[in-house]
């Protein structure tokens, strides 16, 4: 049977000790007022904002949206001509994913290349807004093999760069 | 907050402070830690005290925030070795029992009790402290006491048989 006496003479002798509140007073009188922190708070927002527009401001440049791309833009080729990957003759039909006409594409000079052997690649042009990349396997010194679902990188024109990966 | 003001309230309901908090969390060192935190707040604190009862209540709500805080961090769940831990002020042994039995309760049970049967808070008051509606705060107690009681019961039993 619970006996609220017993509980309470029990919890009477749980305490933090003489010494260890002493300690604790003391440590909490050297703390800072409250009104001292608040210059430090206002540096911080402050710096947090500067830091923001900072990075606003880089990932407007050509420079942020290189990197931006280049980490993150990833297009999955939906369909991909199984005759064409060809050292030699034949034409590569990709269609990529919608979101593959975007601005950056349509403007950008793009290469298919393999990964691994980024010397070989082949300039072509950005399939803009169809969607449709035409490679010309003719003057290409690549060999392009791919398969439905394999998965494509974008990255601006300047670094020349489409790469495509083989499937996971 | 004058630094006297503060050191009374701190050496009056410093115990107190620490006694909910070792019923919230269940080991010493978060209990210190939350007495620390605590008392930094109440340190801070702008407002003033209509009375010694009303700080003592508003010690008892920030004492409750802040373990449930601390109960809620995604680091609570780590572990130490039990050698490294100087373990809680242990009451008597006759009376060590009834401690270990309300421990053993849920959270939100221990602290019940202990603001009802030790602090002797009004069912109303307990509910402000945890912010939970008064007939919430019954249930707990009812549900409580009989959790104790078979607990206690067994353990005498189980003397007994030895």
Known sequence: MFDPRRYQDACAQLGLGRDKLEEMIAMTEKQPRRRLAHPVRAALIAAACLLAL??????????????????????????????????????????????????????????????????????????????????????????????????????????????????? | MTDDTFERLARAYGDTVFRVAYHALGNRMDAEDVVQGVLLKLYRADKPFASDDHAKHWLLRVTVNDCRKLLRAPWRGRTFPLEDFDGPVTPPEDHSDVLSAVMALPPKYRMCVYLYYYEECSVREVAQALHAKESTVQTWLQRARQLLKRALDEEKEETRDV
């Open chain 1, 54 to 168: 900072s990075l606003t401001a880089f990932a407007a440049s050509p420079a942020g949206q290189e990197m931006i791309h280049t980490l993150y833009v990833t297009y999955r080729v939906v369909s991909l001509d199984p005759d064409a990957p060809q050292p030699s003759t034949g034409t590569v039909t990709v269609t990529i994913d919608p979101a593959t006409g975007d601005a950056a594409a349509q403007d950008s000079y793009i290469v298919w290349h393999e990964i691994g052997e980024g010397d070989q690649a082949v300039p072509t042009t950005v399939p803009g807004q169809t969607g449709v990349l035409e490679f010309d396997s003719d003057n290409a010194s690549a060999v392009i093999q791919g398969q439905e679902g394999t998965r494509v990188e974008l990255v601006p024109a300047q670094t020349g760069t489409f790469h495509y990966q083989a499937a996971e």
